[in-house]
């Protein structure tokens, strides 16, 4: 689809910081509008038409502090027709341009939380049965973290947010500032997506699946989108140049379908301090890393040896094997920048104390099968404990209570599984026969529970659930009640039923 596209000719975006329009009684208050315009994503692009927060892909970073909540009036500026193709034939709701933002890791009210049938129109015209308030108040009472804002619409998140509707959202706290990590102009997000392009440097998104046997609509889902170009922070594969010194990257994969597996290609590794939901109990030294669709990882890359010498970030994960192929760079780090002054920030072995929730009562079990279906037009369609969105609510954990959900993928890929409201703990991984189970639904472990990674062992809110195991994770519901969602972030299973709600009852 795309021409050639030279890697490494522009600069990496910095990401501006969100202003608060007005701040009362210590609360701010702020404004972002949702609107189409065009970005410059390449040298060799002529600018594409987006949907972007402020005007802008990535959105604006919102950059706050623990303890001090803030509102947030999303406003809906675009146009009446949607700039991708839009299949009618999987769960629709009218018109078609509706939006709803979604603060992925927080915890929120659930009139708040950007509900996928919360959705609303330019100016408020037109609403969703679950619209409950036009300003959005986010408590920030979470410990420090890197969250993300997206686009989270009934039936076209994956159109929403790959028009460029996702931008990054940091809270910090007084533990994380004592620990000296490199900050300031050395604290650098990367949002990696994935995009493909026509010709004319419009967004390529596909209108049917790549061989259509059967009478598809048109246009009509795709059961995965893979994009063959790597952006961060809006640019296609991008350079920064770097001082010889620690930098700190908070690295979010706002791709719809594809996972990364990112490694130096200067053979030298890096460094873990945080996930999905902030520090980790200690630091983790990597060569490479795993990252599912909208999993954070906050790393620490040091330069300080590598004075002169470029730097590729590498991705070798997923890769198909299309010769076109070049989904295996990401961006490139240049140590060309003179120290400006010496390199005081520090890698902390222990970066923070995570109570186990092993510990405590466990009030509920619940068994959630990650099962492949077929919707009425023969389309697959993956589905969570074979229930449809718009079955009744299965899910009810009480407020205050902990339970351990086990997700049990039976279907032979990955799918990163993600809860609202809460951050929980991974338990454990435990392999079981695929075979076995396809011929008779029964699972029969072929080997022992596996402990999560390393690099897992802070909290989460998405989890990798590999095909043929049974990922368990324990999670406390609060600490408020009501009505969320839960649901695999690859976005094109999302929209096509693989999304239930659950009710955290009083
Ligand atoms: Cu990142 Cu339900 O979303
Ligand atoms: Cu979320
Ligand atoms: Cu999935």
Redesign the pocket.
């Known amino acids: 689809m795309t021409r050639k596209l030279e890697k490494f000719v522009d600069q990496l975006p910095a990401i501006n910081t969100i202003k608060p329009l007005e701040v009362k009684n210590k609360r701010a208050f702020y404004e972002i509008k949702m609107e189409e315009f065009t970005q410059k994503l390449h040298r060799d692009l002529e600018p594409t038409r987006l949907w972007g927060y402020n005007r802008q892909f990535p959105g604006p970073m919102f950059d706050v502090n623990k303890g001090e909540p803030i509102d947030v009036k999303w406003m809906n500026n675009l146009p009446g027709k949607h700039l991708l193709p839009l299949d009618e034939s999987i769960i629709h709701h009218d018109p078609e341009v509706r939006t709803v933002t979604?603060l992925?890791?927080s915890e929120t009210r659930s009139d708040s939380d950007?509900y996928p049938e919360a959705w609303f129109t330019k100016d408020f015209k037109q609403v969703g049965p679950f619209f409950k308030r036009e300003i959005y108040h986010y408590p920030n009472r979470q410990r420090a973290a890197t969250l993300?804002y997206?686009d989270?619409a009934m039936g076209i998140t994956r159109l929403n947010v790959y028009a460029g509707l996702v931008g990054m959202y940091i809270i910090r706290d007084q533990e994380e500032r004592r620990l000296k990590l490199p900050t300031g102009d050395y604290e650098i997000p990367l949002i990696i997506t994935d995009r493909s392009f026509n010709e004319d440097g419009s967004l390529f998104y596909p209108s049917q699946p790549n061989n259509p046997s059967r009478n598809l609509p048109n246009p009509s889902i795709v059961p995965f989108f893979l994009g063959d170009t790597i952006l961060v922070n809006g640019k296609v594969w991008p350079y920064m140049e770097v001082e010889p010194k620690k930098y700190r990257f908070r690295v979010l994969n706002a791709s719809n379908t594809r996972g990364y597996q990112l490694y130096l290609d200067s053979g030298q590794s890096f460094y873990q301090i945080g996930t999905d939901g902030g520090l980790l109990p200690r630091t983790v030294k990597l060569d490479k890393l795993v990252m599912e669709p909208?999993e954070r990882a906050d790393l620490i890359i040091d330069f300080s040896k590598y004075e002169g010498k470029s730097i590729i970030l590498k991705n070798d994960l997923g890769s198909n094997p299309d010769p076109n192929d070049e989904t295996f760079d990401v961006m490139q780090f240049r140590v060309t920048k003179t120290l400006t002054k010496e390199d005081t920030s520090k890698i902390p072995k222990r970066l923070s104390t995570i109570p186990s929730l092993k510990t405590g009562m466990v009030a509920g079990y619940r068994n959630l099968k990650l099962i492949e279906s077929n919707d009425p037009l023969g389309r697959p369609m993956p589905l969570l404990n074979n229930k449809k969105w718009e079955d009744p609510v299965t899910e009810k954990p009480r407020l205050g209570t902990t339970e351990i959900w086990s997700f049990i993928n039976t279907m032979p890929f990955t799918h990163p599984i993600?809860i609202?409201l809460i951050q929980f703990q991974i338990l454990d991984r435990r392999p079981f026969d695929l075979d076995f189970y396809n011929k008779t639904g029964q699972i029969r472990y072929t080997g022992p529970a596996r402990p999560p990674e390393p690099n897992e062992r802070g909290l989460k809110d998405?989890v990798a659930a590999p095909a043929g195991e049974v990922t368990r994770v324990i999670v406390r519901f609060g600490p408020y009640s009501g009505q969320y969602?839960w649901?695999c972030?690859i976005l094109e299973h999302?929209d096509h039923d693989m999304?239930r709600p659950f009710i955290v009852r009083e």
């Open positions: 979604h992925h890791g950007g993300w997206h989270h909208a993600h609202h998405t969602v649901h972030h999302e999304m």
